[in-house]
């Protein structure tokens, strides 16, 4: 019998890089290698791709070019948006921020002089208006909550969250990760001052990303050095990998609305086996205002992480949780702030499907956990 090609259901983690970003970023590998600063013509297609992608970015999300700041990544966009606020206040987040946002955070507090507040959620993990009220004075100059969360898939209401804090004079950071490429994203409808992206998650390159910054907006230099991004960020830019992330991002959002509905269509197809033959499976997050193709599953009385590895010797990838979590065995962070039960939160699978994934690969993974789930013996039920 034939091998079943491996099934790559963990999107959340990371993507397969769009053939059409390696093609534009060839020329950057090979016969174009001239560095965007120098003066001589050899580099001015270095030059030009760097504006052209910055243009192409900037576009895909309603900014200006000179709002865009390449970076190395989600991590260092989060990282440059909080550190950068460090000299103006206060800063806070929600709960459920990812490691690169709560950790920075940490850093802060030593300079805040106290722990920075966390926000609560609901049990949607959704970020509650009231934990922001009872946050948020004059001494806050940076609120930062995430578009769409990793582990749980919920989208955040961020333009009411946004203006509550402008309200109190703050600025507003949101970690939209996850969200850019996926789900329509505009930073002016969004209402917020700083946004981070991150290449890899729209089928771009890995190790770069960008952070939009609103004109005007009193953020500190992260990178000391030459006069690269605006002398914002110093260091001699990764063109081939810009042109990689601009040329992802275009067609991410050209094909955007095709694969939501493809997306919707595989969700709905997985829900019905699940819900069908594991009846006390919980679907956590927002029912609604939720990433396309964005699963996360909890069955009681199983090991999320066993099942992990027994859908990996079936070649299929999942995840138990965050990626970046992925060699802890601990409940999560999230979990915990969404009070999941811990019965659950042991039972929990993340499966992200994104737009190579088809149909027939869904019911051959809801098959899987199915059969997982009616043969697993009494030796594998957690107490
Ligand atoms: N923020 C969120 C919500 C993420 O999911 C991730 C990666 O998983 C990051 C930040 C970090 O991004 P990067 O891997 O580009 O450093």
Redesign the pocket.
């Known amino acids: 019998m034939k091998n079943r090609p491996y099934i790559y259901a963990d999107n959340?983690?990371?993507t397969k890089l769009a053939p059409e970003a390696v093609e534009a970023m060839m020329p950057f590998l090979s016969d174009e290698y001239g560095n965007p600063s120098s003066l001589y013509s050899f580099s001015r297609s270095a030059k030009k791709a760097l504006a052209d992608a910055r243009s192409v970015i900037a576009e895909c999300i309603g900014a200006s070019p000179e709002e865009i700041f390449f970076t190395?990544?989600?991590?260092?966009s989060?990282n440059w948006a909080i550190k950068g606020f460090i000299p103006h206040g206060k800063v806070i987040a929600s709960r459920i921020?990812?490691h690169?946002?709560i950790n920075a955070l940490a850093y802060c507090d030593h300079f805040q002089r106290g722990p920075g507040k966390l926000l609560s959620v609901d049990k949607r993990g959704i970020v509650s208006f009231k934990s922001l009220e009872n946050a948020l004075s004059p001494r806050v100059a940076l609120v930062s909550v995430?578009l769409?969360?990793?582990e749980i898939g919920t989208i955040e209401p961020i333009r009411e969250l946004a203006e509550k804090a402008h309200e109190y004079g703050a600025a507003f950071h949101t970690?939209a990760?996850?969200a850019v490429g996926h789900i329509p994203v505009n930073v002016g409808a969004l209402g917020v001052d700083l946004l981070?992206a991150?290449?890899?998650?729209f089928h771009g390159p890995?190790?770069i990303?960008f952070l939009y910054c609103k004109k005007k907006v009193a953020l500190e230099r992260f990178l000391d050095g030459g006069q690269q991004e605006a002398g914002m960020r110093a260091g001699t830019e990764n063109v081939a990998a810009i042109v990689g992330m601009a040329t992802a991002l275009r067609l991410s959002c050209d094909r955007m609305n095709k694969v939501t509905a493809r997306l919707s269509e595989m969700t709905a197809c997985f829900r019905k086996i699940i819900t069908a033959d594991i009846p006390e499976a919980v679907f956590n997050g927002d029912p609604e205002h939720r990433l396309p193709g964005h699963i996360s599953l909890s069955i009681p009385g199983i090991s999320g992480e066993a099942l992990m590895h027994v859908l990996d010797l079936k070649g299929i990838a999942v995840s138990t949780g965050?990626?970046?979590d992925s060699r802890s065995t601990k409940i999560s962070d999230v979990l915990k702030a969404i009070r999941l039960p811990v019965k659950l939160a042991k039972g929990t699978i993340r499966i992200t499907l994104g737009a190579y994934n088809t149909v027939d690969q869904v019911k051959y993974i809801a098959d899987k956990i199915v059969d997982y789930c009616k043969t697993i013996g009494e030796s594998n039920v957690l107490p």
Request: hydrophobic residues 30%.
């Open positions: 959340a983690a990371t190395s990544g989600g991590t260092e989060d921020e990812h690169a946002v995430m769409a969360n990793n970690d990760v996850q981070s991150s290449a890899h998650k890995k190790g990303g965050a990626a970046c």
